[in-house]
């Protein structure tokens, strides 16, 4: 028993002895006279804010971003009897935008799509968003990458569309009242008219 009064008088006694170690060094926050800490702070300067020089930047250019891992990074071939962009020279204008659609809102809905073999099936372009892209269906087609289409998106001036997994399947341009383009894998032509 005198072992446990002992080490609890010892404990008192530490309490004691560490409660006048903080009253001596009490703040002037609480009514209390400054202590030496922090006279020895209001003694110091304060510090000098640095100057920042500018400093020379190379040249900024521009040029289009890689394909993301694992896209095909291949240019997809130009259909047949496809009409190519005309260039001109010495200052004479340009020829004509086609009259397909011209953005993503024009390019929604029913479209009849003609393969190479000569038949056709029906490809839907929805407005219904799908992560990044946006909703489409397929029904009818004898082209197994053209009938497992679910996604498309309109960039640059061409329809982009996309097979599970965000294979392209193929890519279209306007092209008169309609699209036209290829299949990504085969290279086969592919056009779509509003159905």
């Not at 209390?32 to 804010?49: H, I, K, M, W």
């Not at 011209?102 to 029906?122: D, H, K, V």
């Not at 990044?132 to 009818?140: C, E, I, K, T, V």
């Amino acid at each position: 028993m005198t072992g446990m009064m002992r080490s609890r008088g010892l404990a008192l006694a530490l309490v004691a002895c560490g409660s006048f170690g903080l009253a001596a060094c009490e703040s002037g926050r609480f009514g209390g006279t400054r202590g030496p800490v922090a006279s020895a702070r209001a003694t110091l300067p304060e510090p000098a804010e640095p100057t920042v020089s500018a400093v020379p930047s190379g040249s900024v250019s521009a040029e289009p971003l890689p394909p993301p891992p694992g896209a095909m990074a291949a240019e997809v071939p130009v259909m047949p009897g496809a009409p190519r962009p005309v260039e001109t020279l010495g200052g004479g204008s340009a020829p004509a935008a086609p009259s397909g659609p011209s953005s993503r809102s024009a390019a929604i809905g029913a479209w009849t799509a003609r393969e190479a073999a000569g038949t056709t099936c029906r490809v839907n372009l929805s407005s219904t968003p799908s992560l990044d892209l946006y909703r489409a269906s397929a029904g009818g087609c004898s082209n197994k990458d053209l009938a497992r289409v679910t996604a498309w998106d309109f960039r640059d001036g061409e329809v982009y569309l996309f097979q599970p997994g965000g294979a392209v399947a193929a890519r279209l341009r306007s092209s008169g009242s309609g699209l036209s383009g290829v299949l990504a894998k085969s290279g086969a032509p592919l056009s779509l008219t509003r159905s």
